[in-house]
């Protein structure tokens, strides 16, 4: 499978729990986004890579949220003294430089 | 700043022709695309529109009016597949980058 995976797939945990989730692109895709959706909502735009540079960072993204992606390759986006609004499905997505977006699965965060 | 305004809600008869609506503000325009998603699924690309006029891709068609800013997906010979959630999004100008920006969607509800 050459798609993007995301892991895990769903997650529960106790309020002030960190959490960790990984996201691996399409291999050939520069550009790698983290978004987190709610029901009923589009996908809320969290931070974006251009390789292994972190470009933008969205103000929803408090100073518990942290993301990496090293050497330009996978991507891991942790969350430090979860609280239960985080509860959320939280995606990613790569794209080569054309913009079209592909997403994973996504990882499905529930917090007690 | 940029919002999207799509129906949050519309319903068809199988073998029917439905139009989904998205009007965008937006500071500067790169674009329009239209992703579906499937519940429990991830988004997945449709369509993208920088230019106006209808683009179409077999029961898919995305039109843009730039000087609406408006755009629409039009699904033709609708299938009980097609029961989904349909968002539209526009690169939105954020630092130095351009990030997809998505509506709060339309589920489209396709009765036998």
């Known amino acids: 499978d050459t798609g993007v995976s995301q892991d895990p797939r769903h997650k529960i945990t106790k309020r002030g729990q960190n959490v960790t989730f990984r996201c691996d692109p399409i291999?050939?895709?520069?550009?790698l986004y983290w978004y987190r959706q709610t029901l009923g909502q589009g996908p809320e735009f969290l931070t974006y890579?251009?390789?292994?540079?972190?470009?933008?960072k969205s103000r929803l993204l408090s100073d518990r949220f942290s993301a990496e992606r090293p050497k330009g390759s996978f991507s891991t986006l942790e969350i430090q003294r979860t609280e239960q609004g985080d509860s959320a499905m939280y995606l990613c997505a790569s794209s080569p430089t054309t913009g079209e977006l592909f997403f994973g699965e996504g990882s499905r965060l529930t917090v007690l | 700043g940029q919002s999207l305004e799509q129906p949050s809600e519309v319903t068809a008869v199988e073998g029917a022709i439905v139009q989904i609506n998205c009007t965008y503000q937006t500071s500067g325009f790169y674009g329009l695309s239209w992703y579906q998603q499937h519940d429990g699924g991830a988004p997945t690309f449709l369509s993208y529109?920088?230019?106006?006029g209808l683009e179409e891709t077999g029961r898919f068609s995305s039109f843009l009016s730039r000087s609406d800013s408006y755009g629409y997906l039009l699904l033709q010979e609708l299938q009980m597949k097609d029961s989904a959630s349909y968002f539209c999004a526009v690169p939105t100008p954020l630092g130095g980058s351009y990030i997809p920006t998505f509506g709060r969607g339309t589920s489209l509800i396709v009765h036998p």
């Open positions: 890579f251009q390789n292994e540079a972190q470009l933008e």
């Open positions: 529109n920088a230019l106006d």
């Open positions: 291999s050939e895709h520069n550009r």
